[in-house]
């Protein structure tokens, strides 16, 4: 039902980008301004950026199959990282075009001019409405890519009011010398934008990529549930995360009684995944018995043994003689 609502959003943004960078191009051929330019630019990257987002969606939605067990919602990184690339080549081309026109200075001209002021306007009310779109689908669902599209949309909307600005001022300042300079100062100050998107769009695709553990904040959910159960367990060895598009892993590495039958603990697992699940929709939380790494499992069985003779049972007697064999008790929680 979300990946439904995020395609449908994105498409919508598809269909507008498109027109939008049709009749920004008519402009730009129209027209003699930096400004204008650099909007051309930044127009036809935002709709190469939302296409490649539907892609992605259309690919998600269609599912995994049997290739991939932990699904692709790592796909969404990849296309936000694929647009924080483009973003790096558009920040160069309108800088070099701004410099040049710091250089030699030109009044701007042209019937397309106008058309980009009227194109403004009417898309900054479109961008408005696509990004508050964005930021309910975002709400729904920690989803990287839908979370980029909101930040995609609010700097179009900012710069669409800003490059209106621009030009009217451009157009009204015409008198004074030293107006030339609005034009290539205001596509720097575009450029900084995309600039500055494209470094937090990297930052955040990068440490999804590379297995980033969650937040601080998130961490604290999870310590939170296992103080409020901590007369289910005996022992407490870790916890590993990380997120994969819009699903968060979770791994916690717990020891119990050797005197538990395989029943209980199974009980009291499911209690403590799903207390901690129902903090993050879209997740699976795996209860592990047993320490997170090999070095520490030696030691982790001997003190299972130990702990088990001291009962007095005898060795060997049963199935519970040693430690626990490291067993997983894993499913998946409901998406939310």
Known sequence: MLNSVKESSTRT?????????????????????????ADFLKTALEFVAVLLAWLAIRRITRGAGA?????????ENLSSLAVAALMMLVFLVIVGNAIRGIILPAHI???????SLVLQVVYSAINGALWKRAKRAVSSENSPLMAAQAKL?????????????????????????WSL????????????????????????????????TLEEADQLKITRELVNNFDRYDMFYGVRSRRSGNHTFIDIFLGFDPDKRVGDVQRESDVIRK???????????????????????PAAAAHWGQAHRGSGDEPGAGTESGPPDARSIRAESAPG
Request: proline residues 2%; aromatic residues 10%.
């Open 13 to 37: 943004a598809v269909i507008a980008g498109l027109v939008d960078t049709l009749i920004t191009f008519a402009a730009l051929v129209a027209s003699q301004s930096a400004v204008v330019l």
């Open 67 to 75: 290739t991939y067990d932990y699904g692709i919602g790592k796909l």
């Open 109 to 115: 001209g042209g019937i397309g001019v106008y058309v």
């Open 153 to 177: 949309f609010f700097s179009k909307l900012v710069g669409n009011v800003f490059i209106f600005g621009s030009l009217i001022g451009s157009l009204a300042l015409a008198h004074h010398e």
């Open 181 to 212: 300079y609005i034009d290539p100062i205001a596509s720097l100050v575009i450029a900084g934008s995309i600039l500055m998107s494209a470094l937090g769009v990297l930052s955040s695709s990068c440490y999804d990529l590379l297995d980033g």
């Open 275 to 297: 207390s901690v699940a129902a903090h993050f929709p879209n997740s699976v939380v795996t209860i592990v018995i047993g320490p997170q790494d090999a070095v520490a499992a």
